[in-house]
């Protein structure tokens, strides 16, 4: 079953039925179809429906449907997999909303339960409390599932020391297709010293004996040549002297049963890590030092291209580049062990060895970090490709023996020149597997066919080497085709008998490895068209909004909890843990929309967007370069144009408006929202949460008070323009009085606009586009004379700032001065760090809980703030993470109970852990957030600076 097409929702209803008179948890609106038919691949292949089992025996009963209807079933954890392993066409087994814990620890055994849908870290966590952890640990360790590890028999970057996936499990629980329960595992529960053991399915297990005695010399010597060889089934494990169905299950990317417990080995972490960086002039001179490298007994040996950094430059600024050796490839290595002199030493004898051209020693857990954070990113960073193009994966693992990898890179890159492409080499150097992203021209109409090409070259090309199609993500859609480049016909043969002997009746994710669907078949880029009469530019992806969302490869990073490592995305998953609240799930709702399957109107393209705080989170922490909150004012702006809107985005998306009216009465407007039955109704007609509380309007706006005089004159004062915003204007004067005083004495002379100013964030926020391109482009002229004379144009609240920096290019992108304004508009942090001879005051004693606003941190960058308070002395926790207001979001009437979560996940523990610390909070929606959920003021910067 090849077809991708999405089927009418009636036409499911009969297999529906069935699943939820089984009593199970069962989606199969369309908008739940899209988002599974794509993982992380190329790929995508609609489900009929989605079920979340809740137990083990809604597993059985799922398993029973798909008998009872011949419709096929895919296991699926987190959705990460490159190579399309977790989508299928028929019935698909989400186990990470519920099946998704760590049963037990036993630090003693030195092994773990877990259900196959707990993710990696959470296992960690549970692990490390106990003084272990699991050993392997890839690059999505913090949102991929065990069960999608052991289905790919995954390695991650420390193989070296701890193995792949298959030698660190103990043991398995599984149902065969035909509903038997099968249990593996070890006589003393560790496969390194135990026998293998197994009961149940007998039958099964006869059958594989028998496929096994007619191809034993086959067995014997095509496979398990080299470490990274996984291709295939791991059909060694299953010869007589071996015969061990643990280690052959594992990799068997959920074709031959589905697992619902695993019991795995977890191992005692060294306690002293260093890293040492080794430059070389080429990624092939990296490839050729790898063998040599592995004798001094690191733990992990990743190689790094030039042309990744090359990215994350351009996504992230050069700030963000860690400092490296000199060279344009690199090899991060990392050396560990129980001394830390000895660690030392040997980490300075690499360093010292010769092998490089250029090394560091990197001792600072924090620099690592940084580095590791890198690495981790690959797969995202090398989303674009060196010639800014879209890059996909496809070629995603393939491996050869170590030391043939210098040869081999340096064939590949001939390889992929000779297809007219480009490409972003790195990975697991030591153990010879490279990642890499293709540039693959799908946007053309012989984009598949290049593919399909380009595959089969480069399949041949490992086969040459003597290496394997995949390293550690599995062959799944992507290379499962493509097997007999390196492997015999006997040995196809042998994998097509396991299967048989598992699963007769082809139910469990058919089209991967046996019987495998075309390579180049149900390539999810295939069809997108650009949409005409956008609202915005999309500068960044040639105006095209397919490809904006087509950015998101699936790689699943808003998945995790990304608050943990100082992000914000995506603050709406962590409350919900609802795929459909994540980054990648409206963007695969968005995919359907692009390709034509969906309406901009139709409700679950309103039920994904729905909960989108529009926090921009993802526009810098979702490592493609996803800017959800531009995606959905696009979406508001399609489906509400020339209709009629919900009465919020009259209220409260046209907020400077109200609030400009407001502040010629502004007792009146207080005094109207306070009153018990009138002020009720206000908020209802408002579109406002009963449950919040209204910020009073200023007795007198800030544009009626100032007067530069009223500050003091100087004539050797110098000129800057302050950007009074409307919050600042109708609600926070004395933020704005503030910034005066601050700018003042620091040798400036504020004065605002020839006439009112806005950004239109509300305005943008509720897609109303076609008013806020207006009142953009009467701000833009305003603005422009003195963004010409070089006069600094100082805001105070982020939101607006990011407009003027980020927006303005989406909905002005041919004005004239659009650009100029953009960059004359600058912050106050950034602005007095970069004034000679200012100082910040001594803050010391002071305790700040620093909340910054999302759009601070995703556009602006909050590193100079951070510098900036450091100098002042002061105690400062920056918590990361949304407060969960975001504008106009947390106000609206169906989104308190999201908002308060949001809130609760980090800013509202770090307030009641630190009574009496002042709260540092630039955004006047944060400010908000405090002031409503604890009752507790707060102060903008300019407030703390003027202390």
Not at 38 to 56: G, K, M, Q, T
Not at 557 to 585: F, H, I, Q, W
Not at 795 to 813: K, N, Q, T, Y
Request: aromatic share 6%; with cysteine.
């Amino acid at each position: 079953m090849t077809t991708a097409s999405m089927k009418p929702e009636q036409d499911n209803r009969e297999v529906v039925d069935a699943l939820k008179r089984a009593g199970l948890e069962v989606r199969a609106d369309a908008g739940t179809r899209g988002m599974y038919a794509s993982d992380a691949s190329l790929y995508r292949v609609p489900p009929l429906a989605v079920v979340r089992p809740r137990h083990v025996d809604e597993v059985a009963a799922t398993l029973a449907v798909a008998r009872q209807t011949g419709l096929p079933l895919t296991s699926r954890g987190a959705g990460t997999s490159t190579a399309g392993n977790a989508v299928g066409p028929g019935i698909v087994l989400d186990f990470s909303r519920h099946l998704n814990r760590v049963l037990a620890v036993d630090p003693e055994a030195r092994t773990a339960v877990v259900e196959p849908g707990v993710v990696h870290a959470v296992l960690q966590r549970a692990a490390i409390a106990h003084g272990v952890r699991f050993g392997p640990d890839p690059s999505t360790h913090a949102r991929c599932t065990i069960g999608g590890m052991i289905g790919n028999n995954a390695c991650g970057s420390r193989s070296l020391a701890y193995g792949r996936t298959s030698d660190n499990v103990a043991g398995l629980e599984l149902l065969t297709a035909a509903g038997d329960r099968l249990t593996t595992g070890y006589t003393t529960g560790r496969a390194a010293t135990g026998k293998p053991t197994w009961s149940g399915a007998d039958a099964v297990i006869e059958n594989v004996r028998n496929v096994m005695a007619t191809h034993l010399a086959t067995a014997r010597t095509e496979l398990d040549r080299f470490g990274r060889q996984v291709s295939g089934y791991a059909a060694q494990y299953l010869l007589p002297e071996r015969f061990d169905l643990t280690r052959a299950l594992v990799g068997s990317e959920g074709t031959l049963g589905v697992i619902t417990q695993a019991t795995v080995n977890l191992i005692v972490d060294t306690p002293v890590r260093m890293m040492v960086v080794l430059g070389f002039p080429d990624i092939v001179a990296a490839g050729e030092a790898a063998p040599a490298v592995v004798a001094h007994r690191p733990t992990s040996c990743e190689g790094l291209d030039s042309r990744l950094l090359d990215v994350l430059r351009a996504r992230r600024g050069t700030a963000a580049t860690p400092s490296l050796p000199m060279g344009r490839a690199w090899l991060f290595v990392e050396v560990a062990g129980e001394d830390q002199d000895e660690v030392f030493a040997r980490a300075q004898a690499l360093a010292r060895s010769g092998i490089a051209d250029d090394a560091a020693v990197v001792t600072d857990p924090a620099t690592q970090a940084r580095l590791w954070r890198v690495r981790e990113d690959g797969a995202g960073l090398a989303g674009r490709s060196p010639a800014d193009s879209p890059a996909w994966p496809g070629w995603e693992d393939a491996a050869v023996p170590p030391e043939r990898l210098g040869a081999y890179l340096a064939r590949f890159d001939e390889l992929v020149a000779s297809h007219t492409m480009t490409s972003v080499p790195y990975g697991h150097f030591a153990d010879g597997c490279v990642h890499v992203r293709l540039d693959f021209p799908l946007n053309r109409p012989d984009g598949t066919t290049v593919l399909r090409e380009f595959l089969t070259d480069a399949a041949r090309l490992v086969g040459e080497f003597g290496g394997s199609l995949s390293g550690e993500h599995g062959d799944g859609r992507a290379r499962s085709e493509l097997l007999p480049y390196m492997y015999s016909a006997d040995a196809i043969s042998l994998f097509a008998g396991v299967k048989h002997a598992f699963d007769p009746t082809n139910l469990l994710n058919p089209g991967v490895l046996v019987d495998p669907d075309p390579v180049d078949a149900n390539i999810r880029l295939s069809g997108t068209f650009p949409l005409s009469r956008l609202a915005m530019a999309y500068p960044h992806d040639d105006g095209d909004l397919g490809q904006a969302v087509h950015r998101c490869s699936g790689v699943g990073k808003c998945r995790a909890d990304n608050s943990a490592a100082g992000g914000v995305m995506c603050p709406s998953y962590l409350a919900s843990r609802e795929e459909k609240d994540s980054t990648r799930g409206r963007a695969r709702v968005l995919q359907e929309v692009v390709r034509g399957e969906l309406p901009w109107s139709h409700p679950s393209v309103r039920d994904a967007m729905d909960l989108c705080l529009s926090c921009k989170g993802c526009a810098s922490d979702c490592p493609t370069g996803i800017d959800m909150a531009t995606y959905k004012s696009e979406v508001l702006h399609q489906t509400y144009r020339r209709r009629l809107r919900p009465r919020s985005h009259y209220t409260l998306g046209r907020l400077p408006f109200w609030a400009r009216l407001a502040g010629r009465t502004p007792r009146l407007a207080n005094a109207a929202v306070r009153l018990p039955v009138i002020g009720r109704l206000l908020l209802w007609l408002a579109g406002v949460d009963k449950r919040r509380s209204v910020p009073a309007f200023a007795r007198r706006p800030f544009h009626r008070t100032f007067t530069p005089a009223r500050h003091g004159s100087q004539t050797d004062l110098k000129p800057v323009v302050l950007f009074a915003d409307s919050f600042s204007d109708a609600f926070s004067p004395e933020v704005a009085e503030a910034t005066v005083r601050v700018l003042h004495a620091a040798g400036y002379e504020p004065r605002l606009a020839s006439r009112p100013v806005c950004c239109g964030l509300t305005w943008i926020t509720t897609g109303q586009l076609d008013t806020a391109r207006k009142i953009l482009r009467r701000t833009v002229g305003t603005l422009a004379a003195d963004a010409r004379a070089r006069v600094p144009i100082i805001g105070i609240e982020p939101s607006c700032i990011a407009v003027l920096r980020s927006d303005i290019h989406e909905l002005l992108p041919d004005h004239p001065d659009g650009a100029i304004v953009a960059g004359a508009v600058t912050t106050l942090a950034e602005f007095l760090t970069s004034t000679p001879g200012w100082s910040p005051p001594d803050l010391t004693g002071v305790e700040v809980i620093a909340q910054p606003h999302c759009h601070h941190h995703a556009v602006l960058g909050w590193r100079t703030d951070a510098d900036l308070l450091a100098k002042t002395g002061a105690t400062v926790r920056t918590l990361a993470g949304c407060c969960g207001l975001a504008g106009n979001f947390g106000v609206e009437l169906g989104h308190y109970e999201v908002s308060v979560a949001v809130a609760e996940q980090n800013l509202l523990p770090a307030l009641d852990a630190a009574p009496d610390a002042v709260v540092l909070a630039d955004g006047f929606s944060c400010r908000t957030q405090v002031a409503d959920l604890r009752d507790r003021p707060s102060v903008h910067l300019a407030q703390l600076l003027d202390r």
